[in-house]
């Protein structure tokens, strides 16, 4: 199990929290827990330390900082 923060951005408007978790799939599975993000998770891009990750599998480790980026429109 791994510490890791994540922050949601944009019009998801949830503080950020921290998920006792070993991978995305797991972090996944927490997320669906929380009622807020279940119209967010299937529109939504997750950025590990950065970079967009799609892997459910990617391990993660402590201190690892993810992002819930949800779509933006644009003119």
Known sequence: ????KVE???PIGLE????DVAN???LR?????IEALSEWLK??????NDEII????????DGDRLVLLPPVCGG
Do not use: I
């Open 24 to 26: 995305l799939q797991e």
């Open 54 to 61: 799609e892997d459910l599998n990617t391990p993660l480790k």
């Open 29 to 33: 599975s927490e997320f669906q827990k």
């Open 8 to 10: 949601f951005l944009g």
């Open 43 to 48: 529109l939504s891009a997750v950025a590990l």
């Open 1 to 4: 199990m791994a510490k890791v």
């Open 16 to 19: 950020a929290k921290e998920f």
